[in-house]
């Protein structure tokens, strides 16, 4: 799913015209944004959160020439999906398992 498509069903669900959702969207990654530049933390509850890590600078290598160089350090947004987020996409069906699901070969 793209923005345009992630627009057009916040529109469907909300009932805002397609263009105030997209407003309403762009404001939203512009504040989520903006929190980040301050490295600040975003928490979603039942969603996730967003933070802000630092990276430390470190050596690293040119794979063609295979010259060492030097990775000067740098900010990363890191994700930590909610444990209510990774349930619901880990959830296992109830049941006993087949014959062949037991029989792992090789």
Do not use: W
């Not at 967003?50 to 020439?65: D, E, H, I, L, W």
Request: proline fraction near 4%.
């Amino acid at each position: 799913m793209n923005k345009k498509e992630l627009c057009n069903a916040l529109a469907e669900r909300t009932g805002l015209s397609k263009t105030e959702s997209q407003k309403a969207f762009n404001a939203v990654i512009e504040i989520i944004t903006n929190e980040m530049k301050q490295n600040g933390r975003i928490t979603l509850i039942g969603f996730g959160s967003f933070s802000v890590k630092q990276k430390a600078a470190r050596k690293g290598m040119n794979p063609t020439s295979f010259a060492p160089i030097d990775i000067p350090a740098k900010k990363v947004v890191n994700f930590k999906p909610s444990i209510y987020l990774n349930h619901l996409l880990n959830v296992k069906k109830r049941g006993r398992k087949r014959k062949d699901e037991n029989n792992i070969s090789l």
